[in-house]
C-alpha cells in the first residue's frame, strides 16, 4: 500500500488565487520530503527539500515567495502555489525516504495535476 | 551539471521477449541508482535500486550497474502487456538528492 499520502489528485483554480498540496507520510516520520514538479512529457524535476522544523530548500530557478513549503511535524509537508497561473499548471509529486540514509529510495506520493484556467 | 541520460524511445518490445533499458550518468562518484515504473498519468512506484557493481536481480526484473563505464540497465523477462511505461533511472549525485532521466517509454506487443 501507499506509503506516502498526496491531496488533493487533483485541482483547478482560477489564475491569481492560491493552493494548497499537502503531502503525508503514513506509519513513519519523514524529517525530510522533496517536492517535484513534471510538465508534459518531460521527467520529474525537484523544486525543492523540505525540512521539518527548518526553512525549506529550493533548486535553482524556483521561486520560493511563489512556492511556499511548510513542514510543521514529522508526517505532514505542505506546497502552496500562491498566485497560480497558467504556466504552473504541472503535475506535482511529493516524496520521502522510508528507511535509511541518503542512499536509500524515495517513494512518491500519488500526485496532484494542478490546472490553472 | 549532473546528467542522467536515458534513450526516450519509444521501444517495442514483443511480449515474452526481454526488454532492455539503458541509462548512463555522469558523475563517476555516483553512489545510488534506481529504477522506477511511471504509467501515464501516475507517479513513479519504485522498481529496483542497485548499489554494488554487477546485477541484481528481482522476480522479472534485472538491475546491471556497471560504475567503471557508468551505466546502469534494467532488463525485463517475459515481458508482459502490464510493463507497458515509461521507465525512469534515478541517480544519487553525492547527495541525497534524486535526478532522474527523461525516461524511456516502453510498449509490449501482443
Known amino acids: 500500500g501507499a506509503v506516502v499520502s498526496q491531496h488533493p489528485s487533483w485541482v483547478i483554480c482560477k489564475s491569481g488565487t492560491s493552493v494548497k498540496i499537502e503531502c503525508r507520510s503514513l506509519d513513519f516520520q519523514a524529517t525530510t520530503m522533496f517536492w517535484y514538479r513534471q510538465f508534459p512529457k518531460q521527467s520529474l524535476m525537484l523544486m525543492a527539500t523540505?525540512?521539518?522544523?527548518?526553512?525549506?530548500?529550493?533548486e535553482q530557478g524556483v521561486e520560493k515567495d511563489k512556492f511556499l513549503i511548510n513542514h510543521a511535524s514529522l508526517t505532514l509537508s505542505t506546497l502552496t502555489v500562491t498566485s497560480a497561473h497558467p504556466e504552473d499548471s504541472s503535475f506535482y509529486i511529493c516524496?520521502?525516504?522510508?528507511?535509511?540514509?541518503?542512499?536509500?529510495?524515495?517513494?512518491f506520493g500519488n500526485g496532484t495535476r494542478l490546472t490553472v484556467t | 551539471q549532473k546528467e542522467v541520460e536515458q534513450n526516450s524511445g519509444p521501444l517495442s518490445v514483443p511480449e515474452g521477449a526481454i526488454a532492455s533499458l539503458n541509462c548512463t550518468y555522469s558523475?563517476?562518484?555516483?553512489?545510488?541508482f534506481f529504477w522506477y515504473r511511471q504509467y501515464s498519468g501516475k507517479s513513479p512506484e519504485l522498481i529496483m535500486f542497485i548499489y554494488s557493481n554487477g546485477d541484481k536481480e528481482d522476480g522479472r526484473f534485472t538491475a546491471q550497474l556497471n560504475k567503471a563505464s557508468q551505466y546502469v540497465s534494467l532488463l525485463i523477462r517475459d515481458s508482459q502487456p502490464s510493463d507497458s511505461a515509461t521507465y525512469l533511472c534515478a541517480v544519487t549525485f553525492g547527495n541525497e538528492k534524486l535526478t532522474f532521466g527523461t525516461g524511456t517509454r516502453l510498449t509490449i506487443i501482443p
Open positions: 516524496s520521502a525516504r522510508t528507511w535509511g540514509g541518503s542512499n536509500s529510495p524515495l517513494h
Open positions: 523540505s525540512n521539518e522544523g527548518s526553512k525549506a530548500t529550493y
Open positions: 558523475d563517476r562518484g555516483s553512489q545510488s
